[in-house]
């Protein structure tokens, strides 16, 4: 069965770093599209990065510049490097995985989320 294990959350100063990790497994990973994103208390999920097969990127512009997406498709493993953290990017991130050209928040597979605090 499909599974995505989001890790490498925590707490952080503003001005940090951290880098999430998430495994899948159960599906022909290389052929999907990834993406990282991210929901705060009260507010709705939003995307942060997107990645495509081919490696392609793509940047919400809260984060552009400070962030970056990657993926190794023969570890079947997306990641997410934060710098530069602020307050406003504390919330639980989320994997999400879908058929490249589908809604990712109507048709993604879910991992279950990991937690980033910045203060």
């Known amino acids: 069965h499909v599974q995505l294990v989001e890790s490498g959350g925590g707490s952080v100063q503003a001005g940090g770093s951290l880098r999430l990790s998430c495994a899948a497994s159960?599906?022909?990973?290389?052929?999907?599209?990834m993406g990282w994103f991210r929901q705060a208390p009260g507010q709705k999920r939003e995307g942060v990065a997107s990645?495509?097969?081919?490696?392609?990127?793509k940047y919400a512009a809260s984060v552009k510049g400070r962030f970056t997406v990657s993926r190794d498709n023969a570890k079947n493993t997306l990641y997410l490097q934060m710098d530069s953290l602020k307050p406003e990017d504390t919330a639980m991130y989320y994997c999400?995985?879908?058929?490249?050209?589908?809604?990712?928040?109507?048709?993604?597979?879910w991992g279950q989320g990991t937690q980033v605090t910045v203060s």
């Open positions: 999400g995985s879908w058929r490249c050209g589908m809604n990712p928040f109507s048709d993604a597979y």
């Open positions: 159960g599906y022909a990973f290389g052929s999907y599209c």
């Open positions: 990645i495509e097969s081919d490696g392609t990127a």
